[in-house]
């Protein structure tokens, strides 16, 4: 059995940012991290031993604490009015690209149009975007496309979108507003397309894959829907002891990618147990040590 990494994969710079700000955090027992930084279980629960509290996800109450820590995911400025005027001093670690889609929003709202945002409903994400628009509409499948009265509609995208998704989630608003002007802004942001691709490109060169990443992040189950579009299947699992040797038995080349908060330590973990199963396969002592380099390692 061979083992190939995909050339993008796992934790994006907005998550690894966002995780060196709470490390220069002095005192974690102040900080409340409002909504779930990441969707990984194990760096949740190294910030849980650390002392910091985390709000659940959707949390409206007004957080305890003196210190709130806005996440990667961001807020709306309705939000941030609130804990301000609260009192609370924020640490703000939302990344630029959700930024970008929040101005994105706002400009095409300014521009006159109703701004439908393609995403999960609930995700905190989309929910910071809608929040400062008017009457916003979120479109998840397209069982969620209507004709709406608007004669200018503004689309833009969760960040963690998958392209072939919002393109056909655009269509379908275009199909169903004739009368209306269609104004896109591709607010994907550039590692989830770059883990896409990359992982597109290993598809046709292998019979199975691992993906790794929370069990409910939602740019690692995109990752795995993509595996199963293309007739590959997926093990979707959240770190290496999850993996059983018998689901490996008959696969010929098996493919590894990762979610975009997986931390590099696990995808590493993970691919040593690969190549450990592939050893026990062949009937050998398991030996082989992962060069930590992100690229392809053949066994
Ligand atoms: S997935 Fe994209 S938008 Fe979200 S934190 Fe990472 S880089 Fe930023």
């Known amino acids: 059995m061979k083992i190939l990494r995909a050339?993008?994969?796992?934790?994006?710079?907005?998550?690894?940012?966002?995780?060196?700000?709470?490390?220069?955090?002095?005192?974690?027992?102040?900080?409340?991290?409002?909504?779930?930084?990441?969707?990984?279980?194990?760096?949740?629960?190294?910030?849980d031993r650390r002392g910091f509290t985390r709000s659940p996800e959707g949390e409206r109450q007004v957080?305890?604490?003196?210190?709130?820590?806005?996440?990667?995911?961001?807020?709306?400025?309705?939000?941030?009015?609130?804990?301000?005027?609260?009192?609370?001093?924020?640490?703000?670690?939302?990344?630029?690209?959700?930024?970008?889609?929040?101005?994105?929003?706002?400009?095409?709202?300014?521009?006159?149009?109703?701004?439908?945002?393609?995403?999960?409903?609930?995700?905190?994400?989309?929910?910071?975007?809608?929040?400062?628009?008017?009457?916003?509409?979120?479109?998840?499948?397209?069982?969620?496309?209507?004709?709406?009265?608007?004669?200018?509609?503004?689309?833009?995208?969760?960040?963690?979108?998958?392209?072939?998704?919002?393109?056909?989630?655009?269509?379908?608003?275009?199909?169903?507003?004739?009368?209306?002007?269609?104004?896109?802004?591709?607010?994907?942001?550039?590692?989830?397309?770059?883990?896409?691709?990359a992982l597109r490109a290993l598809l046709p060169r292998i019979d199975s894959l691992v993906v790794v990443g929370g069990h409910n992040s939602n740019n690692t189950k995109q990752l795995v829907a993509s595996a199963a579009e293309q007739g590959v299947p997926a093990l979707h699992i959240e770190r290496a002891s999850e993996l059983d040797d018998q689901w490996f038995d008959g696969r010929a080349v098996v493919g590894l990618t990762a979610g975009t908060s997986t931390l590099a330590r696990t995808i590493d973990e993970v691919h040593e147990a690969l190549l450990a199963i592939a050893q026990r396969q062949r009937g050998l002592p398991a030996s082989t040590t992962v060069r930590r380099t992100g690229r392809s390692q053949p066994l």
């Open 63 to 197: 957080p305890e604490k003196p210190v709130v820590l806005v996440t990667a995911h961001g807020i709306s400025e309705r939000e941030r009015t609130r804990l301000e005027a609260a009192g609370k001093q924020l640490i703000d670690t939302t990344c630029p690209l959700v930024q970008k889609a929040h101005a994105a929003a706002q400009q095409l709202q300014r521009q006159g149009c109703r701004v439908v945002v393609l995403g999960k409903r609930d995700h905190v994400e989309v929910l910071g975007i809608i929040e400062d628009l008017t009457d916003a509409i979120v479109v998840t499948t397209a069982a969620n496309v209507a004709t709406w009265p608007d004669a200018h509609l503004g689309v833009v995208c969760q960040t963690t979108t998958q392209v072939d998704v919002a393109e056909q989630l655009l269509a379908a608003i275009r199909t169903a507003n004739p009368h209306a002007v269609v104004h896109f802004a591709d607010t994907i942001c550039s590692p989830t397309k770059a883990r896409v691709d």
């Open 7 to 47: 050339e993008e994969l796992g934790m994006c710079f907005g998550v690894r940012d966002a995780l060196h700000v709470l490390d220069q955090v002095s005192d974690p027992t102040a900080v409340t991290i409002h909504g779930e930084l990441v969707h990984n279980p194990e760096v949740l629960r190294d910030l």
